[in-house]
């Protein structure tokens, strides 16, 4: 069973930054899949961002030029830095692991809230 465990969100003014941590247990981290979703008041769950084992980095348009992510595999840990921050980027995040083989985790989430 692999536990996800976020951290780092909070209240932030708009144009600040903050830095979300996701650590993973109970697999190979180095082999996993993960991503960052997020999900609003009201809204679906989103992807925000990934990154594959072989390092393979996806944005989303919306974020594009202020997040980036990033993995250490020596840590078992994923990143979110996010900079630049809008109100509408207020939500819940959620880290995701997909694992091999094709098995699929979530945390519990961390809010970011950004005030105007």
């Known amino acids: 069973q692999v536990q996800l465990v976020e951290s780092g969100g909070g209240l932030v003014q708009a144009g600040g930054s903050l830095r979300l941590s996701c650590v993973a247990s109970g697999s190979i981290f180095s082999r996993n899949t993960m991503a960052w979703y997020r999900q609003a008041p009201g809204s679906q769950r989103r992807l925000v961002a990934s990154?594959?084992?072989?390092?393979?980095?996806n944005y989303e348009e919306f974020v594009k030029g202020r997040f980036t992510i990033a993995r250490d595999n020596a840590k078992n840990t994923v990143y979110l830095q996010m900079n630049s921050l809008k109100p509408e980027d207020t939500a819940v995040y959620y880290c995701y692991a997909a694992v091999p083989y094709e098995l699929t985790y979530w945390g519990k989430g961390t809010l970011v809230t950004v005030s105007s």
């Open positions: 990154i594959t084992s072989g390092g393979r980095i």
